[in-house]
């Protein structure tokens, strides 16, 4: 009698648990289903062609998200080429540039930047940063793609070290008895083993930076100035495309100025989505490999 | 040749210096910028500090509604995340094989990867959908905020659990059996109370991270000046959207003294929580390599 009672029990659990992780892995379909669903009018090629334009001036009714996607591009791709060496220097630092000592620490002081609030970097930024560049360069307000790209690059570079240092720590281990034997130093060792057999390591690194870069909303919305279009340079206003779904939710009303919000939101999926799928290749063939 | 080693070594010593800047500079910072602020004044304004805490009086000018407000939507987050991203865990980790075990993971991993601003978008469409459906009168809500920020830190939760589960030893597992237990009593009885410092940290790490992001609530029902909520129907104020506020409307020196109080409040706050989903881990790390 008991005995029966506890199989049912145990099938009962066996149920729960596999439908949490069945729901759990739903989310990630009704979110797409609904980007998916709102924006629906695209179909209609006239419509398509009005948001895929250059122009944001709603009140004109042009309703263009060309802009914000260019500016979102560029915001990522510049933060990363100023992130990802420094990453690189930062790890060769811990595995074996500087004393073992400094190193942990330095390890240490990355692992923290992890946990400090977005919102924190970008107001610091507001304070700090945007002045600063006012004062130095005399270009406009300071609210500019550089300002934004250099907060970007801050929050990005623990995320590029990180995804290195967990790739040289499982080939440093494979390489060390010919280092060893062959009496190389600990930064030669780096430079002419460790970094070489690491290829891979490094294109997930840039990839997941990428795309964190890519779906950071506070640093653009605070820093990049917003205005909707396509720099000339470096101190122009730029808005991203994180940072338009903030501000239209915030202000308009509009139905196309919604469905730019969806668009903008499908792309931001779809990008997210090949960056995965990107990182689960190159994971994948290393597993292979060895 | 050496002349390159030289010059790397010098440029990587150079990049090693900008981490422990970029921390000691911030809260540096905020510590002078906030200074002569960080009192019982800056959280309770006027008000009594124990009315608030007992009465739930009216603050006016002092954080204490915004950090009310974060505690409610970490607390329904973690209400969310907690129990389905423990159960999925178990079930990635002890049951799932094969095709289906990929495909979950990698719908876990994809939801890892989201941006934030994204699942506050889900909360938003959510309610536009509900709007035109079943409740005309549906709004952005700490309800709402509580769900969207659960499903952002759901798959840390999976990950968590997932990754403390099959860290274990190997002998661990043939405990259970060796007892004559079956296989769900040994994961209840056996398994999971020794992954539980792992899966702690994680839920520690979550509640973090449901601490500090902005992008969701921003667009769930976070507002600059409600005051305490009534009711989980009711919008509100939250720490790092009160900080996102001030620095772009910011009137008085005053008022922008007490977002650098706030910056700091926050900042103390998800780095004391990462300080100790990071300890937990290390204790869970230190006691099966021992074992």
Known sequence: MSAGFHVSKDVLARIVIAASAWVSAAVVLFLFLFLAWFCRPLLDMTTLARLLSWDWRPFQGSFGILSMLTGSLLLAFSSMLLAFPVGVGICCFIHGIGPPSLARFVLRAVKLMTSVPTVVYGFVAVFVLVPLLRDVFHRGSGFSLLAAILGLAILVLPTVVLMLHSRFLTVEPQVRLTAAALGMTSSQKLLHLVIPASKRGFLAAAVLGLGRALGDTMIPLMLAGNAPQVPGSVFDSVRAMTAHIALVVATDSHSLAYLSLFACGLLLFLTTTLVNIGLRMLTRNREVGS | ?291
């Open chain 2, 1 to 291: 040749m050496t002349r390159f080693h030289h010059v790397f070594s010098v440029l990587c010593r150079l990049c090693a210096l900008l981490p422990g800047a970029v921390l000691l500079f911030l809260v540096g910072f905020l510590l002078q910028q906030s200074r002569g602020r960080l009192d019982l004044q800056l959280l309770f304004g006027d008000t009594p500090p124990l009315d608030a805490l007992i009465h739930f009086a009216p603050v006016w000018d002092g954080i204490w509604p915004a950090c009310f407000g974060t505690f409610c939507v970490v607390a329904l987050a973690g209400i969310v995340a907690v129990p389905l991203g423990i159960l999925c865990g178990i079930h990635l980790s002890e049951f799932a094989r094969g095709r289906f075990r990929t495909m979950l993971s990698f719908c876990v991993d994809l939801l890892a990867g989201m941006p934030s601003i994204l699942m506050g978008l889900f909360g938003f469409a959510l309610i536009l959908f509900l709007r035109h459906t079943l409740l005309p009168d549906a709004g952005t809500c700490l309800l709402l905020s509580g769900f969207c920020m659960g499903l952002l830190v759901l798959p840390y939760m999976v990950n968590a659990t997932y990754s403390s589960l099959s860290g274990l030893p190997h002998d661990i597992r043939l405990l259970g059996p060796s007892l004559g237990l079956n296989r769900m009593q040994t994961i209840r009885h056996i398994l999971l109370p020794s992954a539980g410092r792992g899966i702690l940290s994680g839920l520690v790490l979550s509640l973090g991270r449901a601490a500090e992001d902005t992008a969701v609530i921003m667009l769930t029902g976070a507002v600059a000046n409600a005051g305490m909520p009534r009711s989980l129907l009711d919008k509100y104020e939250a720490l790092p959207f009160y900080i996102y506020t001030t620095a772009a409307e910011y009137q008085t020196p005053e008022e922008l003294k007490a977002g650098f109080g706030a910056a700091l409040v926050l900042l103390i706050l998800t780095t004391g929580l990462f300080l100790a989903a990071h300890l937990l881990h290390n204790a869970m790390e230190r006691r099966w390599r021992q074992g």
